[in-house]
């Protein structure tokens, strides 16, 4: 198991499949194989983008997909009509698509209830690679993937698996191997629960009127200089 830090979402990202300058720079990288995946979240949303460098063949339809589960349970089981997996639908144009487990590799059909979560494919270089390669952008409600609200934990965490395919090159890769069978090997988000602030650990003065946080640097005499 892998675990990555959710960065908070400062820039909501447009999910365009497009990396664009200072959206997805907060975001935490996980590595995986034939890329990387980038992670932030907000209040409502996780945003992942799945920058896959080693898929260099702009396939045509939905010959490329993505499977991304999720347990929403978060007890390292499968539990029917609970956890959760995303995917496009079989046909264009592009959209997501989500459905229930029923047991290990078996899946209601895709549910037909309104959903705020979005996918979009891109092609293009980025920081990671300058060829041209395969993009994925998605929004996932957390509401979806069992986290109505973010501030109830502390420490609120996702445990989730993710599969890639692509018809040119071909390949598919699981992450981790096998887990739409169990659950007992996700990988783990933790998520960001508020704005990072802007002054270090320590710079920070008394809050003044509720206005906002004044640089301890900039105090003297009792007065804010």
Known sequence: MSVVFSGWASVTP??????????????????????????????????????????TGNSAGVGDYFWITFDNTRDGKITPRKDVNYGIYPSL????????????????????????????????ATSSSATPHRIWEMRIALAEVG?????????????????????????????????????????????????????PPGSAGPVIAGVGLIPASVITGGRAT
């Open 147 to 199: 986290l109505p609200v973010l501030g109830e934990s502390t420490a609120p965490f996702l445990r989730f698996g993710l599969r890639v395919a692509s018809s040119t090159p071909s390949l598919v890769t699981d992450f981790p191997a096998g887990f739409f069978s169990s659950f007992a090997g996700l990988h783990e988000i933790r998520l960001a629960t508020s704005p990072v602030s802007p002054y």
């Open 14 to 55: 447009a999910i365009n499949g497009a990396l664009a300058p200072g959206e997805w720079n907060s975001a935490g990288v996980l590595p995986m194989p034939g890329g990387r995946i980038l992670v932030q979240n907000d209040t409502e949303f996780l945003y992942l983008a799945l920058d896959l460098a080693a898929d």
């Open 93 to 124: 144009p592009i959209r997501i698509g989500r459905q229930y487990y029923l047991g290990p590799g078996t899946w209601t059909g895709i549910l037909n209830d309104p959903s705020p979560s979005l996918a979009q494919q891109g092609f293009a």
